[in-house]
């Protein structure tokens, strides 16, 4: 066996040695999204996590100490007669605004699903009021709403002057003043979200319901709706988030009044912290509002997984 000389030979230059480039590093998909959920987290939750700790405690705002009070604030809240209407009123509102807005919506998504010329345009229409100002359009509002206003001169110009009222001054005429404002402003929004299910079905399921003989109500709630289904629970939990947070439109239509009849769980926070400066008590009443939206979404959410796996 013979060996082999592995002695560089005189005159010829050895080639250079190349090195492999390292393997560039892939970080997954998630990682990327690691700083923006960070900084979420601290400037949103964290701050939601401290004002649940003021929540019980008698802080006032200024204050670089606060006394903790347990339950006190929630005990006040109960007690205070303000307090519970201003709950009922928040009940009142999210349950008018989420049938009415619903309603009105779906009525609007199954007229404009038909193959109209103005469709499109109609469909800006009602759309567009979601798209606008809340504080902007409320105070137009106002302005309709006034005892010398356009409503008030139009029931005048056609001789119904006897059903003139201090609209946003009655404290029975004010809350469903408030109502209607929301309503005008969010059934748009309710309109895509069904129209966009409306979409969904298939053309030949409503065609063979009409083949056999069924009437266009019977397509609608034994078809249409079922098939809905999805679409409806999302609209109606975007209601029902809306309908108890609001705040803009009693702001700029009636602040609350009159006599607390248009006063809800939002307006109470902002008047409680920022008008009286009882920042632990407008805390309390913060945290209540965010838990009944989280317990409505959550019913909603079990109720509609419910009826799913009924129809299923």
């Known amino acids: 066996m013979t060996s082999q000389d592995t002695r560089p030979v005189p005159g010829v230059s050895r080639a250079p040695r190349t090195t492999q480039p390292a393997p560039p590093r892939h970080l ?5 999204a690691v700083p923006a959920a960070l900084l979420v987290l601290l400037a949103r939750y964290m ?3 401290a004002g649940g700790w003021y929540a019980f405690t008698d802080w006032n705002g200024l204050s670089p100490h606060a006394t903790f009070t347990g339950a006190e604030n929630f005990r006040q809240i109960f007690s205070d007669p303000a307090a519970r209407g201003a709950l009922l009123n928040t009940v009142k509102f999210a349950a008018c605004f989420v049938v009415l807005t619903n309603i009105i919506g ?5 007229a404009l699903n038909q193959h109209l010329r103005t469709r499109f345009l109609l469909r800006t229409v009602f759309f567009a009021p979601v798209v606008m100002s809340q504080l902007a359009t409320a105070f137009i509002w106002r302005f309709l709403f006034d005892y010398s206003g356009p409503i008030n001169g139009a029931l005048d110009g056609i001789g119904l002057g006897a059903l003139k009222k201090t609209w946003l001054a009655n404290p029975t005429w004010s809350f469903w003043a408030v109502v209607i404002v929301l309503v005008w402003q969010f059934s748009g929004l309710a309109m895509v979200v069904l129209l966009a299910g409306l979409q969904g079905i298939a053309q030949e399921v409503e065609e063979a319901a009409q083949i056999d003989g069924a009437t266009s109500w019977q397509r609608l709630i034994r078809i ?3 098939l809905l289904a999805p679409a409806l629970a999302i609209s109606i939990q975007l209601s029902v988030i809306s309908g108890l947070a609001v705040f803009d439109q009693v702001m700029a239509l009636t602040g609350g009044g009159p006599l607390g009849a248009t006063e809800t769980l939002a307006t109470q926070v902002y008047k409680q912290t920022f008008v009286f400066g009882r920042y632990g008590y407008g805390t309390a009443l913060a945290l209540l509002l965010t838990v009944l939206i989280a317990g409505a979404a959550l019913i909603q959410q079990l109720v509609t997984r419910r009826l799913e796996r009924e129809s299923a």
């Open 28 to 32: 997954p998909p998630w990682a990327w």
């Open 47 to 49: 701050a939601a996590a």
């Open 106 to 110: 779906l009525c609007l998504a199954v």
């Open 224 to 226: 249409t709706l079922p």
